[in-house]
């Protein structure tokens, strides 16, 4: 399988977020260390990508329908893939305040 192609920004995200994986889940750090997919969606939001049940779902039988464990790299592989298909909230927020005219005042 081929590495998908990830915006730059994204990978710095997902590089300053394994601290607070490794905190979570520190035998990653050890040399073969991997977290089982029971434990996957725990692993994802530790570092900042929240997703649903039914999402992670998809996005393993698009990507890896047959691992049962992962390792870093595939974590990373995995928030990238979810950071892509989210709006930037800061990005979402800015238009709620565009498109709602009693917060229109706070913008000017």
Not at 23 to 28: E, G, T
Not at 57 to 72: C, H, V
Not at 80 to 92: E, I, L
């Amino acid at each position: 399988m081929s590495r998908p192609q990830f915006t730059q920004s994204v990978l710095l995200d997902a590089d300053e977020n394994i601290a607070d994986l490794l905190r979570k889940f520190p035998d990653l750090g050890k040399d073969g260390g991997t977290v089982s997919k029971d434990e996957l969606r725990d692993a994802l939001d530790a570092m900042g990508a929240k997703v649903s049940g039914f999402q992670l779902r998809d996005l393993l039988n698009d990507l890896m329908p047959t691992k049962t464990s992962f390792d870093k790299d595939a974590l990373v592989t995995l928030y990238c893939q979810v950071k892509m298909k989210q709006p930037d909230r800061d990005v979402k927020d800015s238009m709620k305040k565009l498109h709602n005219p009693e917060d229109k005042q706070s913008m000017k």
